[in-house]
T-cell receptor
């Protein structure tokens, strides 16, 4: 079945440091890929997405590129802020053609803490 | 804009009790789903619905029931609560089952003692 694997956390950084959170996936066909963010005490919200190979999703200074050849969708930000402290989830949606069509599958989440 | 509304936000149950977690969306979305969030395990799909009158099981359906009588509402029922069901529950809706964004409720933190 489909699966998403994220780098182990938690990740602790100083303000203005560079961030990378690794995400790799296993899926049949060409899934859509997402990064969701969960701030303390809240539900998840979409951070960015990419729907085909070589697409780059970007939002709020975060970027991720859909790499079909390495089945990866790593999240990056050049300079993190304290307000970026949250849990980040990589996810995929299964494309048509199988019993899992439409299901949204999540990685285990990575806790990010940014210190001043 | 209300989006996805879940109630209650917190609940404590005794083992064996039953309850219903409510979920409503006002975006006319076809696709709704319930997840549970446990530490280190991400979000796991409990049940989902592709439209009114149509529901199906996710990866962890045991102990839970759902129904979808209207487009807007998708309640989750715990039949006989067990401590293993202590978790945070999220309802989500999407326009359809394609490459669309999911919108999440604020979550329900459930403790079963």
């Amino acid at each position: 079945g489909n699966s998403v694997t994220q780098m182990e956390g938690p990740v602790t950084l100083s303000e203005e440091a560079f961030l990378t959170i690794n995400c790799t996936y296993t899926a049949t066909g060409y899934p859509s890929l997402f990064w969701y963010v969960q701030y303390p005490g809240e539900g998840l919200q979409l951070l960015l997405k990419a729907t085909k190979a070589d697409d780059k999703g970007s939002n709020k200074g975060f970027e991720a590129t859909y790499r079909k050849e390495t089945t990866s969708f790593h999240l990056e930000k050049g300079s993190v802020q304290v307000s970026d402290s949250a849990v980040y989830f990589c996810a995929l949606t299964t494309p048509p053609g199988g019993t899992s069509y439409g299901k949204l599958t999540f990685g285990q989440g990575t806790i990010l803490t940014v210190h001043p | 804009n209300a989006g996805v509304t879940q109630t209650p936000k917190f609940q404590v149950l005794k083992t064996g009790q039953s309850m219903t977690l409510q979920c409503a969306q006002d975006m006319n979305h076809e696709y709704m789903s319930w997840y549970r969030q446990d530490p280190g395990m991400g979000l796991r799909l409990i049940h989902y619905s592709v439209g009114a009158g149509i529901t199906d099981q996710g990866e962890v359906p045991n102990g839970y029931n759902v129904s979808r009588s209207t487009t807007e509402d998708f309640p989750l029922r715990l039949l006989s609560a067990a401590p293993s069901q202590t978790s945070v529950y999220f309802c989500a809706s999407r326009q359809d089952r394609g490459r669309t964004e999911a919108f999440f409720g604020q979550g329900t933190r459930l403790t079963v003692v």
